[in-house]
């Protein structure tokens, strides 16, 4: 009989991944948010792009605020809390049609939203492989996008559907934070580090965490007005576009996938540079589409590629510190950046146009994609060669020959084994 000498193996730690669909939600659901608030509310265009900028800021802020206390509060408890604040921020301003409650319940639900992604992260950036939790996160946030995409079109009319979809997948996701660590467990053990390292990498972290909101505005500049796009500029109707949108995470689902499959074979810095900008390029098409084929051909492109990228950012994150604290603050720092988006997008389009306003997008990735590609780079060569654990097993004698092959030293011993 062998004994075998090898670490644990990984598995999906699907709690995590429910946690970390149901905070990212809201931003996937941005489009038909805003778009159903300008349609159902007695709200222009910009101040319902401006509810979604609060919607986001808030889940952002609630991500810089507990980015180093997950573990000391506990992760069940903050999850619990995050989704309990969801259900009730997103389902309270679904069956209002107020327009100051429909801002509260979607600042109440965005903090909530960030709550339940803070968990998220923090939980897989200490996994043994993080790329690997996030990509089946970002799965499952996009499979349900795409049915709520094709399903909320034919449901009628109203602001309320997309936000009662949020509410009910944080009601959903609940059972499972039984799962997750309490406060006791989590914390860290008397007598070890008590308090946490100072942050590793600091300069590293720090351009990361401060291209990411630029990164991610222009990504939901585009994602925030897509809609208005499809359905003022490419003359489509809403189930057309809601068609369109659904494919397009179909395609990030297989994107992802694929990146799942090569995990960290290609590094970072070749899917970060390289992929943003065939980001700039598809929304320079999408804004400037006319017609079906040219916002198809966009959309899709920029949903296959826009989550292929995020979860290589994320695990570049997530590398730079076990603890996952530069996991939380440079998704956070995303989500300010997701937050401005929409307003952001609609701005531009009101004053240039939405040509020009994917022109000047494209042109501010291309930028910001410089540093984030240096600092993939730089971890790349800093990174450690992974080993291989191997079983090996070894013919171990019975207890019995082995005591009787060891005794105790000294004299008493000795005259035993000469009597013998």
């Known amino acids: 009989m062998g004994t075998p000498v090898s670490a644990p193996r990984s598995t999906t730690p699907w709690p995590l991944v429910a946690l970390f669909t149901a905070g990212y939600l809201a931003p996937y659901l941005l489009p038909t948010v805003v778009g159903r608030l300008d349609s159902g509310l007695p709200v222009s265009a910009t101040e319902a792009g401006a509810i979604g900028s609060a919607l986001l800021l808030s889940s952002a802020a609630a991500g810089f605020l507990l980015a180093a206390r997950v573990a000391r509060i506990g992760p069940r408890t903050l999850a619990r809390a995050g989704l309990a604040l969801?259900?009730?921020?997103?389902?309270?301003?679904?069956?209002?049609?107020?327009?100051?409650?429909?801002?509260?319940?979607?600042?109440?639900?965005?903090f909530g939203?960030?709550?339940a992604t803070a968990v998220a992260a923090t939980g897989i950036a200490a996994r043994r492989e993080p790329h690997r939790a996030t990509t089946a996160g970002l799965l499952g946030v996009s499979a349900l996008a795409g049915a709520v995409y094709l399903t909320v079109p034919h449901l009628g009319p109203g602001h309320g559907l997309p936000l009662a979809a949020i509410a009910l997948t944080a009601l959903a996701v609940w059972p499972l934070t039984g799962r997750l660590a309490t406060a006791a467990a989590a914390a860290p053990r008397p007598g070890r580090e008590n308090a946490r390292p100072r942050l590793p990498h600091l300069r590293s972290g720090l351009v990361l965490a401060a291209a990411m909101p630029c990164w991610s505005m222009a990504q939901n500049s585009l994602w925030g007005v897509s809609g208005r796009i499809g359905l003022s500029q490419a003359h489509l109707t809403e189930a057309t576009v809601g068609v369109v949108f659904a494919v397009g995470l179909g395609a990030g689902l297989l994107g992802v996938v694929g990146a799942g499959a090569l995990g960290p074979r290609l590094g970072h810095a070749l899917?970060?540079?390289?992929?943003?900008?065939?980001?700039?390029?598809?929304?320079?098409?999408?804004?400037?589409?006319?017609?079906?084929?040219?916002?198809?051909?966009?959309?899709i492109a920029w949903n296959a590629c826009y989550p292929i990228v995020l979860s290589y950012v994320i695990g570049l994150a997530a590398s730079l510190d076990p603890h996952g604290r530069w996991a939380v603050l440079v998704g956070s720092a995303s989500s300010l950046g997701t937050a401005a988006g929409p307003l952001t997008g609609s701005v531009l389009a009101a004053q240039a146009g939405f040509p020009a306003m994917g022109a000047v997008l494209a042109a501010g990735l291309l930028v910001i994609a410089v540093p984030m590609t240096a600092v993939a780079m730089r971890a790349t060569r800093r990174a450690p060669v992974a080993v291989e654990v191997l079983e090996i097993p070894v013919d171990a004698p019975p207890l019995s020959a082995r005591r009787s092959a060891y005794d105790a030293a000294g004299p008493l011993s000795a005259g035993r084994a000469a009597s013998r």
């Open 86 to 110: 969801a259900v009730l921020g997103y389902g309270g301003a679904a069956l209002t049609t107020t327009v100051w409650a429909v801002v509260t319940g979607a600042v109440i639900g965005g």
């Open 113 to 115: 939203s960030g709550t």
């Open 271 to 299: 899917p970060i540079g390289a992929g943003t900008g065939l980001i700039a390029v598809c929304i320079a098409v999408s804004a400037s589409a006319t017609g079906l084929a040219g916002f198809a051909v966009g959309e």
